[in-house]
């Protein structure tokens, strides 16, 4: 998971000493510099407003409705299911995404240059990791979980204990899995003589100063934590599927199948969203670790629109609940309305 598009500055060649290894296209800005002109397009006054808009709406928007969703699960007992005990991990997960990632990384993008320190130059690519990490590996426990209560008719669910107990343990392993890019990551001053600047930089620096640990760390993360968890992910709910389909049962449970249902296609346009918003980044992630990627003016704005892309499921998810389930969006009904109505949320509908 790469922090902005100047996280693509290393390259699998080494680099001679005393040659600067930033982006292509400070290079190519500073060979053709004349005042007032610059080849990066988000140098341009429009842009900028685009994406300091754009990213402070997925902020706004994070921030209050996975607040809404962790405080509607804690507040109401009639919330506390199992499923929602995962959804408020993911809620979580989100928040620290909105919280220590994005500002950080908006602001780089924008200045191209850290100008937080050292500290938050390990911690901010290491959150966002953590975070994504957590996200994957929460819809995979939930689609798991699912797929063993529905599919094998076990009407013992996991106890809120076990529930606490497994996103933790989803905690711990993300964070051992994003500990590299806090540990390969270096803040230093770069010089500029064709312009007399003196910089401040944030960007991986791998063992041996080549690339190629760092193209293995990205095709292994890709793998573990993206084509895995949804083929996974993708064969639980087709199962799921397949047997609510195929059930008859009497009309007593009809409407216990229906209110199934309807939680399943919840969960799986969370996937989907999850899925399909990261796919574009991934991709051009993955070219530029490999060296496929022509480089061109255009490469840092669109490496960003990815990045803005990737990020939308901080804030889609809480509208997808209060979208498609009856609890969540009587909840933030009556937080908007500044009412206090336990009797509206139903067990049987989280």
Request: glycine share 4%.
């Amino acid at each position: 998971v790469k922090m902005s598009p100047l996280d693509t500055s290393n390259t699998t060649a080494e680099v001679e000493p005393g040659e600067s290894d930033l982006p292509f296209w400070f290079n190519d800005s500073f060979d053709s510099f004349q005042p007032g002109f610059s080849s990066d397009i988000t140098k341009h006054l429009g842009v900028q407003i685009t994406l300091i808009m754009a990213y402070s709406l997925i902020i706004l928007l994070g921030l209050l409705g996975n607040s809404l969703v962790i405080y509607m699960i804690i507040r109401y007992r009639n919330m506390r299911t199992v499923t929602n005990y995962f959804i408020a991990n993911l809620a979580l997960a989100d928040l620290l995404m909105v919280t220590l990632c994005l500002p950080f990384t908006l602001i780089y993008t924008l200045l191209d240059e850290w100008k937080f320190g050292a500290v938050l130059c390990h911690m901010v690519p290491f959150a966002q990791a953590l975070s994504v990490h957590v996200s994957i590996l929460t819809l995979t426990v939930i689609a798991l979980e699912r797929y063993r209560c529905i599919v094998f008719h076990l009407g013992r669910r996991l106890t809120w204990h076990s529930s606490l107990f497994i996103m933790a343990f989803t905690w711990t392993i993300s964070s051992v899995l994003a500990a590299p890019l806090a540990i390969f990551r270096e803040y230093r001053y770069e010089e500029i003589p064709p312009i007399n600047l003196r910089m401040p930089v944030c960007s991986e620096k791998w063992p041996h100063g080549i690339n190629r640990d760092g193209v293995i760390y990205s095709l292994s993360m890709i793998l573990l934590l993206y084509i895995l968890p949804l083929a996974i992910i993708s064969y639980a709910y087709i199962c799921i599927w397949v047997k609510l389909k195929n059930h008859v049962s009497p009309s007593s449970r009809n409407d216990s199948i229906n209110r199934r249902k309807k939680t399943t296609k919840m969960l799986v346009l969370v996937v989907v969203v999850f899925a399909t918003s990261w796919l574009p980044l991934h991709v051009l992630q993955l070219a530029t670790d490999l060296d496929l990627v022509l480089r061109f003016e255009e490469y840092k704005l669109i490496f960003t629109v990815f990045h803005i892309v990737a990020m939308c499921p901080t804030f889609t998810n809480p509208l997808l609940y209060g979208w498609m389930n009856k609890n969540y969006r009587n909840g933030f009904i009556m937080v908007f309305r500044c009412e206090d109505k336990a009797d509206t949320f139903h067990p049987d509908g989280s």
